[in-house]
């Protein structure tokens, strides 16, 4: 079955800097990767994805990457926010309606005011 | 678009007692129902997968029978915790996938419920 690894789990950075979260994939069945946030008592909120068609995706402070080869994929913040202090979990799947999501284990980011 | 909401949004019970939690997608319908527990800083865990009008499919090491999903609906999941005790206490959280289009790949999440088993 799949395995989603996830690092770092914890991450601290001043407001304005950007933070980076990596995972990494066994499946190379996987083709769809999407990342969710979790604030404290709520449910996860997608906040990007990418698909293996392609290798970067950008939503304004929010950009992932994808490298299919390697089988990892990141997300990117830029400018961060004390706002976006969150948990931040990534995820894949085989992209079929219905099929499975191998979450990884979370981050959890502050940003600094 | 794609709203999926849960209720109630936080319970407390008496150990031995039935808990009912259910998951519904608002505005659009809903081909699979995923249910997760979540224990404090940790990642979601997949108990079950259910599909509208057949049985549930569960993950290893999860009693069909103490947590019973029914999914009567192309809108409606319920997960019903049978004689609860207080180390089923968690987060229980419901996601649903789309029947089609171009968001079907995703999984739309519920807000959580918070059980704790006294």
């Known amino acids: 079955g799949e395995n989603v690894e996830q690092h770092p789990s914890t991450l601290s950075v001043q407001e304005g800097d950007s933070a980076v979260i990596k995972c990494t994939y066994s499946?190379?069945?996987?083709?769809?990767f999407p990342w969710y946030k979790q604030e404290l008592g709520k449910g996860p909120q997608l906040i990007i994805d990418?698909?293996?068609?392609?290798g970067e995706k950008k939503d304004q402070r929010i950009a992932v990457t994808l490298n299919k080869t390697a089988k990892h994929f990141s997300l990117h913040i830029t400018e961060t926010q004390p706002e976006d202090s969150a948990v931040y979990f990534c995820?894949?799947?085989?992209?079929?309606?219905?099929?499975?999501?191998?979450f990884g284990t979370g981050t959890s980011l502050t940003v600094i005011p | 678009g794609a709203v999926v909401s849960q209720h109630p949004s936080w319970v407390i019970c008496k150990s031995g007692t039935s808990v009912k939690i259910e998951c519904r997608s608002l505005?659009?319908?809903?081909?699979?129902m995923f249910w997760y527990r979540q224990f404090p800083k940790q990642s979601l865990m997949l108990m079950a997968t259910?599909?509208?009008?057949?049985?549930?499919?569960?993950e290893q090491g999860v009693e069909k029978d103490k947590f019973l999903i029914n999914h009567a609906s192309l809108t409606l999941s319920t997960l019903t915790v049978t004689s609860a005790h207080p180390e089923d206490s968690s987060f229980y959280i419901c996601?649903?996938?789309?029947?089609?289009?171009?968001?079907?790949?995703?999984?739309?999440f519920g807000p959580g419920t918070r059980l704790t088993v006294l």
């Open positions: 996601s649903a996938t789309i029947i089609a289009g171009e968001r079907e790949n995703e999984q739309f």
């Open positions: 499946d190379s069945a996987s083709n769809y």
């Open positions: 990418i698909r293996s068609n392609v």
């Open positions: 995820a894949a799947s085989r992209g079929n309606t219905g099929n499975q999501f191998y």
């Open positions: 505005d659009f319908q809903a081909t699979t």
């Open positions: 259910s599909n509208e009008g057949s049985k549930a499919t569960y």
